[in-house]
Every structure is written in C-alpha cells, then in structure tokens.
C-alpha cells in the first residue's frame, strides 16, 4: 500500500518561512545527479522523481528506492563505505533544510510528523519491492517486476492499457535492475515482437 500523495495543508515555502528556517531550493534537471552525503540535512521533494541509489567506495551501487513528490529524505551518517545520490529521473525541485530546523517545524506543525511517517513507509514499501525484484537472476524478470513498480506507483489506467507518464532511458532503467543497457535494450525489442 503506497502513500505518495500524502500532502500538507500548506506550502512548504509557507512553513520555512513562518518559523525563519535556513533552507535552499535545488532545481534538479532530468538526468542530473546530487550527493546526499550530509547527514545534518533533510531533503523534501516538492516535485518529480528522484532514483537514490547506494554508491560504494568501489563504485559499485544499488537503487534503494524512488523518491517522489511529498516525501522526505534523511539519513544517520554512520561514516561507513558508502554515501547516498540521487538521480532526478524527471526534472525535480528538492527543498533543503537543516535537520535540527526540521524538528522545529514538526513541534510547531503537528502534521509534519505523519509526513515523516508517510516517508519512511514509501520508503521501506520501495525498498522491499527493489529488493524482491533484484532477487531474480534473470534480467528479464527483473525488467518485467521493475515496470510493475512503476505500473503501480505512476501509471495512468486508460482502456487500452496502462500508461506510465514519464520517459525513463534504457541506461537510467539497467542501472536499477543492475544489467547493461544492450541487455535492456534486446530484452525490450524481444518484448515489443510479442505484442
């Protein structure tokens, strides 16, 4: 069960303001990637969608979830082998603020708690599906359970099928299934000659 349109009586620039927080906005285009690795902040999307992703000192990394429009973002820094990035899949607005600020909106706005809550769940609900669909060894099944989620979380119902209103490129899609972009690709052109 996802909670991605939860929302807040009042604009976020509305309640920074009110109670004085430092905060930024980052305008984030379609493709761009931002490190998430200050543990003192919390990042709110206010719009579109971002793929954060684990990245290793190796360079190896692994998409955890997608953050979308309503939902927060913010991590204990354990100081271990890795840090956070996000690659904005559609062009997104990240509102950041202090997490110490963050806990002064929430005792002034009891609302923001359920927020928080509501986050949190969208995230575990994304990591838990992530982790079912890299679970499969065959690359196929992981593109199939992967356009699923997306089915699920953005698609448009229409009578002639299901439509997922964004485009996301076959590179963006083999990095989160963890499989090469010609291996997207041929498994695509296979599906589309079965249509």
Not at 1 to 19: A, C, E, G, Q
Not at 143 to 163: E, P
Request: contains cysteine; charged residues 15%.
């Amino acid at each position: 069960m996802y909670y991605n349109h939860f929302s807040l009586p009042v604009d976020w620039s509305v309640l920074v303001h009110d109670l004085n927080c430092m905060s930024e906005t980052i305008v984030i285009n379609k493709g761009d990637i931002i490190l998430l690795n200050n543990s003192s902040l919390v990042y709110i999307n206010l719009q579109g969608i971002v793929a954060i992703s684990k990245r290793y000192l190796s360079n190896k990394f692994i998409t955890l979830y997608l953050l979308t429009s309503a939902n927060c973002i913010f991590f204990i820094d354990n100081k271990v082998n890795y840090y956070l990035e996000g690659k904005a899949l559609t062009s997104s607005k990240l509102l950041v603020v202090t997490f110490k600020d963050f806990i002064n909106l929430r005792t002034h706005y009891q609302n923001i708690l359920g927020f928080e809550l509501n986050s949190l769940m969208v995230k575990l609900n994304y990591i838990e599906l992530f982790a079912n669909m890299l679970y499969h060894k065959n690359i196929r099944n992981r593109l199939i359970n992967f356009f699923l989620i997306m089915c699920k979380n953005f698609g448009l119902i229409y009578s002639s099928g299901i439509m997922i209103d964004f485009s996301i490129s076959h590179l963006d899609i083999a990095t989160i299934i963890g499989a090469s972009r010609i291996m997207v690709t041929r498994i695509l052109n296979e599906l589309k000659k079965n249509l």
